[in-house]
């Protein structure tokens, strides 16, 4: 096949296009469907080799093999190798172990897998992984093993009109399961094959019917098809089940671009497109680890020097990597040969090192391993906390069997529960665990109003009605649910900008008080725990690249807190509560006059930018009257 120099300005539209939305999602909020415009010229490319090969009885799955690893793999390797070392000297121990995983899934192409059972594309967890990006990679390599083998047997059913009606009943079969799964299964859709297997399919259909030599059409559907692409990136957004039917918009358009076959547009074959173009599978590769570490970082204005890195990333490995010529083998005893796949069997080996070693924490000073070793939250977390309902009589009891506490709120309350439980531990007296995560106080809220509203009234109704429970310990990250998260704008504020809601939240808070209170003999409230500008492992993260001591490490500062929990404080101190409610103050456990702390004496008082660590929720707990702890 002749240089399609459509599909190479294709290759420049999609590859701007994600660049775009990953450094500055408002300008180009549909910028991830590049992604699929990248499919839809796979498919159609692979299919144009293989049915050729087929059609003239050369076809040879090993040879086609090697040949796909041959394109993609070098420069794949050669970025995990290159985030490996990086890694070794600016990532802590679970940031390493977690890019030793995710290096080693890449060049197995499994790292769709990975990230499908972790978390979602769109989350703020994802911009800590480093090649979350090789997703689509996966994808496509899982694929170019199927494909030819669907192919092949297709050719011996009907030849090539057999793999034509094939492709278009799958085609048309896929699609409807990618529109339906990805409102059912959203992240599953995402991140696997079988929903994004009918846009590769599409492609292979520009392939297999192509469009009669009509300049007057050609010249519509080429600018119709552009037109389609560059509507889905200004008017989609991540808000949209994606890959559903919406993905049709990108997804025709390249199809519309790839049937027009015209070399001579401007819009694909200009300078610029076509350079792009050329480089567009490095520019891919490098540029989400650049967008990370500007977001690692919190580098001003990254977007400017960050897409140039990009570029320039990419015309090198383009240059020196991707325009290697490897050798070409075609029979199984010579694969010993294929040096790409030595250099991904490197990766392989390396990035499971890492993971075996977890993170090798030996790389840091005594006092950075103490502060790291000390980031941990509670071991009854995963038994205890819940995030969808369950009866409160199945709520977890710790460690002694006299059980004279109850522990009551959302995630905020997991630790304070167990550090509480070590301290009465001594007493062989215990807690009862009531914790339900993201919970706002719903005590006053109608039936059905949120995940958590029966839970919360039920356990409620729980705790006063247990003689055993003479006294309740109750938090809740209030400002977040007043006002929402803290973090992003940091320091800004966020508004509370529902006063109902507010107000709502705050009637039944007081509501839990009085009801506990009329039945226990003391209610403790926490006050709101100080949140920290970002997560502690990224605070001590940056002090490990100044070489600062992690003894002790300032968060948020005493003025912040004061702003950012103004609405709750006040509340709190005009609330007429029984005399048997008592404040507990993080403040006094957790500050100075200033600042408030997120190391103190080289242990870490935080697991996350929110939640206190066991050793922070101890130091909370000992603000408790003695003779009740």
């Not at 995630?411 to 007296?429: F, G, I, N, P």
Request: charged share 15%.
């Amino acid at each position: 096949m002749n240089f399609r120099y459509d599909i190479n300005g294709l290759r420049a539209i999609a590859v701007i296009a994600v660049v775009l939305f990953h450094f500055k999602p408002a300008w180009l909020p549909g910028g991830f469907a590049g992604v699929d415009v990248f499919f839809v010229i796979s498919g159609f490319l692979m299919t144009s080799i293989v049915v050729r090969a087929i059609d003239e009885k050369r076809f040879g799955l090993l040879k086609f093999y090697l040949a796909r690893a041959n394109r993609i793999v070098p420069a794949l390797a050669i970025l995990c190798l290159t985030l490996l070392v990086l890694g070794w000297f600016i990532l802590l121990p679970e940031e390493y172990a977690a890019l030793g995983k995710h290096a080693w899934g890449s060049v197995a192409f499994i790292s769709n897998f990975m990230y499908w059972q972790e978390a979602g594309y769109f989350d703020a967890a994802s911009h800590q992984k480093w090649l979350l990006h090789t997703w689509s990679l996966a994808v496509e390599w899982q694929f170019y093993l199927l494909y030819p083998l669907v192919l092949l047997g297709l050719s011996r059913l009907g030849a090539i009109a057999g793999i034509k009606r094939g492709v278009l009943l799958l085609t048309g079969g896929l699609f409807i399961y990618s529109a339906l799964t990805s409102v059912l299964w959203p992240s599953a859709s995402y991140y696997l094959l079988a929903a994004r297997a009918w846009e590769l399919l599409l492609g292979g259909l520009a392939f297999l019917y192509p469009l009669s030599q009509n300049q007057k059409y050609s010249r519509i559907f080429n600018v119709s098809g552009i037109g389609l692409i560059v509507a889905a990136y200004v008017l989609v957004d991540e808000s949209i089940s994606w890959p559903g039917y919406m993905a049709l918009v990108p997804v025709a358009g390249t199809y519309l671009v790839l049937i027009a076959a015209r070399q001579d547009s401007i819009l694909t074959n200009n300078r610029a497109f076509q350079a792009l173009g050329r480089w567009s599978y490095s520019i891919y590769l490098w540029h989400w680890p650049v967008v990370v570490l500007g977001y690692r970082y919190d580098i001003t204005y990254w977007w400017i020097p960050g897409m140039l890195v990009c570029v320039l990333l990419g015309f090198i490995s383009y240059r020196f990597i991707e325009n290697i010529k490897w050798r070409r083998l075609e029979h199984l005893f010579d694969l010993w040969q294929a040096k790409p796949l030595w250099l991904g069997l490197l990766v392989i080996i390396m990035g499971s090192t890492v993971v075996i070693y977890q993170g090798v924490i030996e790389r840091f000073s005594a006092p950075m391993q103490q502060a790291l070793n000390s980031v941990t939250a509670s071991p009854k977390r995963e038994q205890c906390h819940i995030d969808e309902y369950q009866n409160p009589t199945e709520a977890c009891e710790y460690f002694g069997k006299d059980i004279r506490w109850a522990v009551f709120g959302d995630s905020h309350t997991v630790e304070l529960a167990y550090a509480l439980a070590l301290q009465l531990k001594q007493k062989d007296q215990g807690v009862k665990h009531f914790s339900f995560s993201g919970c706002s106080p719903s005590l006053l809220h109608a039936a059905g109003s949120s995940r958590c509203t029966r839970w919360y009234k039920e356990s409620v109704k729980a705790i006063a009605e247990d003689n055993r429970i003479q006294h309740v310990l109750i938090n809740h990250r209030y400002s977040w649910s007043l006002a929402g998260e803290h973090g992003e704008d940091y320091p800004k504020v966020p508004d509370i900008t529902n006063n109902a809601r507010a107000q709502r939240i705050v009637k039944s808070l007081d509501a839990t008080i009085h009801t506990l209170a009329a039945a226990k003999q003391t209610v403790f409230i926490t006050l709101p725990i100080p949140e920290l500008p970002k997560p502690v492992m990224s605070m001590l993260a940056d002090i490990q690249i100044t070489d600062e001591s992690p003894e002790h490490l300032p968060g948020a500062t005493i003025a912040y807190y004061q702003k950012r929990n103004a609405f709750i404080l006040q509340h709190f101190k005009q609330a007429q509560y029984p005399p048997n409610v008592k404040f507990l103050n993080p403040v006094k456990a957790l500050c100075n006059k200033q600042k408030c702390m997120a190391v103190i004496a080289g242990q870490a008082l935080y697991f996350d930018d929110n939640h206190p660590s066991v050793t922070g929720a101890q130091r909370i707990i000992e603000l408790l009257p003695e003779k009740l702890r």
